[in-house]
């Protein structure tokens, strides 16, 4: 499997607020902080504490408030519509807690999807999604769909589909949440092996089994790191 650099990303003075029918709400609240190229983080922190938040941001599924993000040269505030969608799709992975595999497509028909969308031949998709299946472990499962896999294995094939553009940066939403503990320490080590191949890892988590893998744990409270 191919290993891009990590991602380069610095936070500075963020802050994102969201209107509700009640009050303003405020999910960050100026914080600061860098995440060097190959490292592994996870964020911890109670339900509204900001994590989700905040791997939003960083994957430019949402803008901010006020402050920075930049990510390598990149900054995400700066981008119109167009070209953060192209960073979605070229520099971000993104591993959810509820999957987003489509249910008629095999295994190795999810993988290739985006890869249709970034222009990779038929050959140079097949040979990346069979290359991926290898890597978490489910090659044999290729021409599976969604709903004849465990969902631990759905997981997996979800890491895979967050790998598929050999993304520097990937991020995962409490990515064990619905699992049992024997697959979500496989999970855990799949997306904790990542950054050692170099790329910049960021897992929000409830778990401190699933923490203790990471190299950095940051503890988050009421939008801020703490």
Known sequence: MADAAGAFVRVIELTKRYASAAAEVTALDRIT????????????????????SLLNLLGGVDRATSGSIIVDQLD???????ALESYRLRKVGYVFQFLNLIPSLTATENLELPMLVAGLSKDER???????LEFVGLRDKAAKRPEQLSGGEQQRVAISLALVN?????LADEPTGNLDSANAAV???LLASLAKRGKTVIVATHDANVAQAFSCVYLMRDGQFI
């Open 126 to 132: 097949r040979a990346r999604a069979q290359q991926l």
């Open 33 to 52: 902080r860098e995440f060097a190229p190959g490292i592994s983080v996870a964020l911890m922190g109670s339900s509204g504490c900001g994590k989700t």
């Open 187 to 189: 999970v855990t080590d």
């Open 76 to 82: 995400l505030g700066r981008l119109d519509e167009r």
């Open 166 to 170: 050999d993304p520097p940066l990937v």
